[in-house]
């Protein structure tokens, strides 16, 4: 069965720092990954969007890793501040089953000033 | 630009009673998607439409049909709406040549 998880549910960390959150998927061959940012109550905001050929994407503080062999991507965010402060969710979608898409359950961020 | 268009954006129904989520695209792609998102929880996918004339179960299925009337337009419908049905939910069409999702704005659905 594909799944996707993220660890920890929630994390609080204070202004300034560097920080990753994580993504683990089952089954290596994905066809992409693609992290999002969700405010409460609101929809959801494309991040990064990572193909299966590639092991990095970056927008400006936001870097996003890719190691398919390992099942993880890791989303680096530098200089954290307070307006980072969303769910941050990864959606993982695989070759075997290219049009389905599957989230994780959401890594709830805080950014303490 | 449009994007992916839902209707309505809130809804509140009694239990029993049926009704249809509404949601278009107009950026010509293929996929499209309906999730449904609980408090503190990501998105679950509840069906799939990889093409005009297909479709697919997703995670959570149970309760729910789908139509995918041509290439724009996928829409969802409760027979008989449950209170377990009550959550935001979200339609989506995806870029066939880069992957990329694209999100409504989602609709929240109350049922009492």
């Known amino acids: 069965k594909q799944e996707v998880t993220q660890i920890p549910a929630a994390l609080s960390v204070p202004e300034g720092e560097n920080l990753v959150l994580n993504c683990s998927f089952t089954?290596?061959?994905?066809?992409?990954l693609q992290w999002f940012r969700q405010d409460p109550g609101k929809g959801l905001t494309s991040l990064l969007l990572?193909?299966?050929?590639?092991r990095e994407q970056t927008s400006g503080r936001l870097n996003a890793s890719l190691d398919k062999s390992s099942g993880r991507s890791t989303l680096y965010i530098a200089a954290s501040q307070p307006g980072d402060s969303a769910t941050y969710l990864c959606?993982?979608?695989?070759?075997?089953?290219?049009?389905?898409?599957?989230f994780g359950s959401g890594t709830r961020l805080s950014i303490r000033p | 630009n449009a994007g992916v268009t839902q209707t309505p954006k809130f809804q509140v129904l009694k239990t029993g009673q049926s009704m249809t989520l509404q949601c278009a695209q107009d950026?010509?792609?293929?996929?499209m998607y309906w999730y449904r998102q609980d408090p503190g929880m990501g998105l679950r996918l509840i069906y799939y439409?990889?093409?005009?004339?297909?479709?697919d179960k997703g995670e959570v299925p149970n309760g729910y049909n789908v139509s995918r009337l041509n290439k724009r337009e996928f829409s969802l419908r409760l027979e008989s709406a449950a209170p377990s049905q009550t959550s935001v939910y979200f339609c989506?069409?995806?870029?066939?040549?880069?992957?990329?999702?694209?999100f409504g704005e989602g609709s929240r659905l109350t049922v009492l």
């Open positions: 950026m010509n792609h293929n996929s």
């Open positions: 089954d290596s061959a994905i066809y992409n």
């Open positions: 439409s990889a093409s005009e004339g297909t479709t």
């Open positions: 989506a069409s995806r870029n066939s040549n880069t992957g990329e999702l694209f």
């Open positions: 990572i193909q299966s050929s590639q």
């Open positions: 959606a993982v979608g695989w070759y075997s089953s290219a049009s389905k898409i599957i």
